[in-house]
């Protein structure tokens, strides 16, 4: 006689299931929030909160079990000494699964699976390596003039006057076309 099956069905076989949900649980304590297809935001929010329920007993045989469930020492780290705690409050509902956007690709249904405290990040606007390495570059050819001329603005020279940036009639002027 067939029965229901206990598990949602979220890779090919059997190891690549298992390897993902460790590697999606993982993801998910490390960033705190990650977008997944909804079986697999089911399967993972299920795997989480059981190990949050272990992390928060805080002794030796639940650490190790953390362990063996995740396979990742920072992550097994993360969970027991930042998260457990600051979910210990709580006896159960410590992940919220919200619909999201579909992908750009193929209009799948996204979820995003997150911890219940979970606060985004504000992010800071940060220089990119191209627009230091542009800084450098024009530092040492005599200031940010030439930067500004390559990217068309206008600046002012040493002698305090303003020096447009090159027209393209005059760029062909100079090459000789």
């Not at 780290?77 to 210990?88: F, G, T």
């Not at 999201?100 to 990040?121: A, N, Q």
């Not at 390495?133 to 040493?158: L, M, P, T, Y």
């Given at each position: 006689?067939?029965?229901?099956?206990?598990?949602?069905?979220?890779?090919?076989?059997?190891?690549?299931?298992?390897?993902?949900?460790?590697?999606?649980?993982?993801?998910?304590?490390?960033?705190?929030?990650?977008?997944t297809t909804k079986?697999?935001?089911?399967?993972?929010?299920?795997?989480?909160?059981?190990?949050?329920?272990?992390?928060?007993?805080?002794?030796?045989?639940?650490?190790?079990?953390?362990?063996?469930?995740?396979?990742?020492?920072?992550?097994?780290?993360?969970?027991?000494?930042?998260?457990?705690?600051?979910?210990?409050?709580?006896?159960?509902?410590?992940?919220?699964i919200l619909r999201?956007?579909?992908?750009?690709?193929?209009?799948?249904?996204?979820?995003?699976?997150?911890?219940?405290?979970?606060?985004?990040?504000k992010k800071k606007?940060?220089?990119?390596?191209?627009?230091?390495?542009?800084?450098?570059?024009?530092?040492?050819?005599?200031?940010?003039?030439?930067?500004?001329?390559?990217?068309?603005?206008?600046?002012?020279?040493?002698?305090?006057?303003?020096?447009?940036?090159?027209?393209?009639?005059?760029?062909?002027?100079?090459?000789?076309?």
């Open positions: 006689m067939k029965k229901q099956r206990k598990n949602i069905k979220i890779g090919t076989d059997k190891s690549h299931s298992k390897a993902m949900l460790k590697n999606l649980a993982s993801s998910l304590i490390f960033h705190e929030a990650i977008e079986p697999r935001a089911k399967a993972v929010s299920a795997f989480v909160e059981r190990l949050i329920t272990h992390a928060k007993k805080d002794n030796l045989g639940s650490k190790r079990l953390v362990f063996d469930r995740l396979r990742n020492r920072k992550a097994t780290k993360k969970l027991i000494e930042v998260i457990a705690p600051r979910l210990s409050d709580r006896n159960s509902g410590y992940i919220s999201t956007m579909g992908s750009k690709g193929d209009d799948t249904e996204l979820f995003r699976v997150m911890f219940i405290d979970y606060e985004p990040k606007s940060k220089r990119t390596k191209s627009s230091k390495k542009d800084e450098k570059a024009g530092e040492k050819k005599g200031g940010k003039n030439i930067i500004d001329r390559v990217r068309g603005r206008k600046s002012e020279d040493k002698a305090g006057s303003q020096v447009k940036a090159t027209d393209k009639s005059k760029a062909k002027s100079r090459s000789g076309i």
